[in-house]
């Protein structure tokens, strides 16, 4: 019912920068909450960035600062601004649509690897 696909992750050296980008396609108007989140090997996967259909925003304290989290609905693509880019920033990183019905259902793009190193 809806598809995402992601773009924009790659290779940086410590300090860079790398916007990513997730396409949001079918039942777009369900959507209650889009998100971004991260999982390195070894590691849980983490909630990065979120933004609310009101417009409200949200972030994991270890970005707050470096990472702005945005969307265009004419294009109805959401985009994660990733600046100051260390090593630890280091994983596979998701975009996520949420769905409230009854319950929440959680759809996933593939991933996109971004890898910090010198």
């Known amino acids: 019912q809806v598809q995402l696909v992601e773009s924009g992750g790659g290779l940086v050296q410590p300090g860079g920068s790398l916007r990513l980008s997730c396409v949001v396609s079918g039942n777009i108007f369900s959507i209650a909450a889009m998100g971004w989140y991260r999982q390195a090997p070894g590691k849980e996967r983490e909630l990065v960035a979120r933004?609310?259909?009101?417009?409200?925003?949200h972030y994991t304290d270890s970005v707050k600062g470096r990472f702005t989290i945005s969307r265009d609905n004419a294009k109805n693509t959401v985009y994660l601004q990733m600046n100051s880019l260390k090593p630890e920033d280091t994983a596979v990183y998701y975009c996520?649509?949420?769905?409230?019905?009854?319950?929440?259902?959680?759809?996933w793009g593939q991933g996109t690897q971004v890898t910090v190193s010198p």
């Open positions: 996520n649509a949420a769905v409230f019905r009854s319950i929440r259902t959680d759809y």
């Open positions: 933004i609310f259909n009101a417009g409200s925003v």
